[in-house]
Nanobody, 120 residues
């Protein structure tokens, strides 16, 4: 059974850090480009970051560039999203998916999401 599970979300103060994990079971993450997406209340889901399956190249939306880092751990079959200097506008449910394009569940496999709340 193909499954993605996100974890690591929580409540953090502005300026703080969190590391999200996207763990796979039933398949090897290395074979896929993996995207992190987020959806804030009342807003559309948006892409945040992506890591390729071929050369490990990465992509970041301008809003998170310089603050977020995406990485892979092949041994753990997991992709991470390190989030530093968090801002209240980063508050959202964060999802990982086996694609980096359209922020729609119609494409690729998706996890159930993990809530990130940035508030003082």
């Amino acid at each position: 059974q193909v499954q993605l599970v996100e974890s690591g979300g929580g409540l953090v103060q502005p300026g703080g850090s969190l590391r999200l994990s996207c763990a796979a079971s039933g398949f090897t993450l290395d074979y896929y480009a993996i995207g992190w997406f987020r959806q804030a209340p009342g807003k559309e889901r948006e892409r945040v970051s992506c890591i390729s399956s071929s050369d490990g190249s990465t992509y970041y939306e301008d809003s998170v560039k310089g603050r977020f880092t995406i990485s892979r751990d092949k041994a753990k079959n997991t992709v991470y999203l390190q989030m530093n200097s968090l801002k209240p506008e980063d508050t959202a449910v964060y999802y990982c998916a086996t694609q980096c394009g359209v922020p729609s569940v119609e494409y690729g496999s998706w996890g159930q999401g993990t809530q990130v709340t940035v508030s003082s």
